[in-house]
């Protein structure tokens, strides 16, 4: 055997586990949520505080306030949390409160040693909130019926205490980018969605995120990752969520739904934070990630050279399209839970392009830091 064939038969054995390890995630793991059945919750009357902090977001404010003040809950107030603004949101605020008496505001000065930073003025709102119970949202997001809270609240139990809910994003007619928005922000919420059912939760999206105070203040906070100006939503899960603890929501009147980026350049920015958050999660959960990410990335590079050899190409094309059957139709399965069926007609285009945007930003945030709230 020549050299050159004894590569080609690596890469071919390197493919077939790729494969393997991608029809674990979907066939298995993905599954979970994918194929699970949906489990109605009775509803229940617990208070809750509704969390929102901004910082300069008056148009987004004045729009979205109103859908929160309108929700079809018996016992909920709504805290209201202005991080030092320079421009009218907290004019808004103050009109919001003296108009419901609902209304809780926390007013945050800037603060030289926690400037621009999140989880100070979430802090500041969390120890204000009445309630035990806290929904949190943001202040571009908005509730996708009246029943937001009742949805979500009626996850908790005496054992679940932390609610991992859906924040979607709009949908914009005729645009590609939208879709690939949609299809990562689904893809993600599979992926979450489905290791929390198996029982090892790692992440949530404080556009939709429910817990219980005393989660909160068991792990004093952010102390942990407080210097990180990211990572409210996701790291604080990653910290205190468990199998015993932790229950998903995605029933379609639980959905919130936010503003994507309308730029490519603004998307980038945005994903380049995220991701650089993930490396703090805890070791179990950064190497499944990065196992999914390379099995990915490594499906698409190992075929292109076997197929340029011509080297067993009938079994690689078999298993590329024995793959792709399995994935779309677990995908499928989750889109149409999630109201996102039309972004899965452009799977393979979509993925592909999500795929190298994230190895981008990888390299990217190798050599530079994403900034961090505004």
């Known amino acids: 055997m020549t050299p050159e064939n004894t590569m080609l038969q690596l890469i071919f ?23 699970g059945k949906t489990k109605k919750n009775n509803p229940k009357r617990i208070p809750i505080s509704v969390i929102v902090c901004a910082k300069n977001e008056a148009e987004n404010v004045a729009k979205f306030i109103p859908l929160l003040i309108e929700q ?7 805290v209201l949390i202005d991080d030092a603004s320079s421009d009218t949101t907290l004019d808004i605020f103050e009109a919001f409160e003296k108009e419901n008496s609902n209304i809780r505001l926390v007013k945050v000065a800037n603060n030289e040693a926690f400037w621009g930073n999140k989880k100070f003025a979430l802090t500041l709102g969390i120890k204000a909130a009445r309630k035990e119970y806290l929904l949190f949202t943001d202040a571009d997001c908005f509730p996708n019926s009246k029943n937001w809270i009742a949805e979500m609240s009626a996850h908790f139990t005496m054992q679940k205490t932390i609610v991992l809910g859906y924040g979607a994003y709009e949908k914009i007619p005729n645009s590609f980018l939208n879709k690939i928005i949609r299809f990562e ?9 489905s290791w929390a059912k198996i029982g090892q939760p790692y992440m949530g999206v404080g556009r939709n995120l429910a817990y219980k105070k005393e989660e909160f203040f068991s792990v004093d906070g952010y102390r942990d990752h407080l210097k990180l ?15 015993k603890n932790t229950t998903i929501c995605y029933a379609t ?16 920015k945005q994903k380049r934070r995220h991701i650089a958050t993930a490396k703090f999660y805890k070791p179990f959960d ?4 990065g196992l999914f990410y390379s099995s990915q990335l490594l499906f698409f590079i190992a075929p292109i050279v076997l197929l340029s050899f011509q080297f067993q190409w009938i079994i690689v094309l078999s298993l590329i399209g024995f793959r792709y059957l399995f994935a779309w139709i677990t995908l499928g399965f989750a889109a ?8 899965m007609y452009w799977f393979p285009i979509i993925e592909i392009v999500l795929i190298f945007t994230q190895l981008n930003i990888f390299i990217t945030n190798i ?3 994403p900034v961090h709230w505004k």
């Open 286 to 289: 950064r190497a499944q990630l």
């Open 13 to 35: 054995c390197l493919f077939v586990l790729i494969v393997f390890v991608q029809l674990v995630y979907y066939l298995i793991v993905f599954a979970q949520f994918s194929f």
């Open 336 to 343: 149409g839970k999630l109201k996102e069926k039309d972004v």
């Open 185 to 193: 922000t689904l893809l993600t919420a599979v992926q979450y969605f």
């Open 72 to 78: 079809n809950y018996p016992d909920f107030e709504i």
């Open 367 to 369: 050599f530079s830091k």
């Open 253 to 268: 009147d639980s959905f919130t739904y936010s503003k994507p980026k309308t730029s490519f350049k603004d998307w980038f």
């Open 229 to 243: 100006r990211s990572g409210d939503d996701d790291l604080f899960v990653n910290q205190v969520a468990n199998k």
